[in-house]
Protein backbone atom coordinates (compact mmCIF):
# COMPACT_ATOMS: atom_id res chain seq x y z
CA UNK A 1 0.00 0.00 0.00
CA UNK A 2 2.39 2.00 0.61
CA UNK A 3 4.19 2.17 -2.71
CA UNK A 4 1.31 2.67 -4.65
CA UNK A 5 0.67 5.94 -2.54
CA UNK A 6 4.24 6.84 -3.12
CA UNK A 7 3.63 6.53 -7.23
CA UNK A 8 0.29 8.00 -6.95
CA UNK A 9 1.47 11.50 -5.17
CA UNK A 10 4.51 11.52 -7.50
CA UNK A 11 1.97 11.19 -10.30
CA UNK A 12 4.52 8.21 -11.82
CA UNK A 13 3.48 6.48 -15.11
CA UNK A 14 4.54 2.73 -14.57
CA UNK A 15 4.54 -0.83 -14.46
CA UNK A 16 4.79 -2.79 -11.37
CA UNK A 17 5.57 -6.27 -11.17
CA UNK A 18 4.99 -8.32 -8.00
CA UNK A 19 6.20 -11.76 -6.73
CA UNK A 20 5.86 -13.42 -4.14
CA UNK A 21 8.57 -15.37 -3.51
CA UNK A 22 6.18 -18.41 -3.90
CA UNK A 23 5.99 -18.76 -7.30
CA UNK A 24 2.93 -16.06 -7.55
CA UNK A 25 3.67 -12.78 -9.51
CA UNK A 26 1.24 -10.13 -10.87
CA UNK A 27 1.38 -6.83 -12.54
CA UNK A 28 -0.29 -3.16 -11.68
CA UNK A 29 -0.42 -0.31 -13.63
CA UNK A 30 -0.74 3.37 -13.26
CA UNK A 31 -0.99 6.18 -14.98
CA UNK A 32 -0.09 9.77 -14.07
CA UNK A 33 -0.51 8.62 -10.33
CA UNK A 34 -4.02 6.47 -11.03
CA UNK A 35 -3.83 2.76 -10.92
CA UNK A 36 -5.44 1.79 -14.45
CA UNK A 37 -4.83 -1.99 -14.71
CA UNK A 38 -4.11 -5.11 -12.50
CA UNK A 39 -3.42 -8.72 -13.23
CA UNK A 40 -2.37 -11.38 -10.98
CA UNK A 41 -2.73 -15.17 -13.95
CA UNK A 42 -6.54 -15.01 -14.94
CA UNK A 43 -7.66 -12.42 -12.17
CA UNK A 44 -7.67 -9.13 -13.24
CA UNK A 45 -9.03 -5.52 -12.10
CA UNK A 46 -9.56 -4.34 -8.71
CA UNK A 47 -10.19 -8.41 -7.23
CA UNK A 48 -6.04 -8.32 -8.64
CA UNK A 49 -5.21 -5.74 -7.27
CA UNK A 50 -6.85 -6.92 -3.40
CA UNK A 51 -4.36 -9.91 -4.18
CA UNK A 52 -1.58 -8.29 -4.70
CA UNK A 53 -2.26 -5.82 -2.12
CA UNK A 54 -3.02 -8.97 0.51
CA UNK A 55 0.36 -10.52 0.34
CA UNK A 56 2.32 -10.01 3.31
CA UNK A 57 6.04 -10.31 1.74
CA UNK A 58 7.41 -10.44 -1.39
CA UNK A 59 9.35 -8.01 -4.29
CA UNK A 60 8.78 -6.06 -6.81
CA UNK A 61 10.02 -4.20 -9.85
CA UNK A 62 9.11 -1.07 -11.03
CA UNK A 63 9.70 0.28 -14.71
CA UNK A 64 8.36 3.48 -16.94
CA UNK A 65 5.98 2.23 -19.07
CA UNK A 66 2.67 3.20 -20.36
CA UNK A 67 -0.47 0.83 -19.19
CA UNK A 68 -2.42 -1.43 -21.44
CA UNK A 69 -5.04 -0.32 -23.59
CA UNK A 70 -7.00 -2.19 -21.72
CA UNK A 71 -8.51 -0.43 -18.37
CA UNK A 72 -9.26 -2.87 -15.47
CA UNK A 73 -9.72 -0.53 -12.52
CA UNK A 74 -11.79 3.15 -12.78
CA UNK A 75 -12.36 3.24 -9.05
CA UNK A 76 -9.88 6.14 -7.75
CA UNK A 77 -6.48 4.91 -5.15
CA UNK A 78 -8.33 6.18 -2.02
CA UNK A 79 -11.20 3.74 -2.64
CA UNK A 80 -9.30 0.94 -3.35
CA UNK A 81 -7.16 1.30 -0.27
CA UNK A 82 -9.99 1.92 1.67
CA UNK A 83 -11.63 -1.82 0.70
CA UNK A 84 -8.15 -3.26 0.72
CA UNK A 85 -8.19 -2.48 4.17
CA UNK A 86 -11.44 -3.75 5.25
CA UNK A 87 -10.47 -7.13 2.86
CA UNK A 88 -7.57 -7.24 5.37
CA UNK A 89 -9.53 -6.34 8.52
CA UNK A 90 -12.52 -9.17 7.41
CA UNK A 91 -9.31 -11.97 6.62
CA UNK A 92 -7.84 -11.23 10.33
CA UNK A 93 -11.18 -11.68 11.85
CA UNK A 94 -12.53 -14.79 10.35
CA UNK A 95 -8.78 -16.74 11.01
Known amino acids: MDLLQVLSASRRTV ?8 GNSGE ?8 VDARRGAVAGEDALYDLIAWSE ?3 TV ?7 ERTITAPLEML ?3 ACRRRDEAERSA
Do not use: T
Request: hydrophobic residues 40%; positive net charge.
Open 15 to 22: RVKVEDGK
Open 28 to 35: LSLLNGRP
Open 58 to 60: GRF
Open 63 to 69: RAAEPPA
Open 81 to 83: LIE
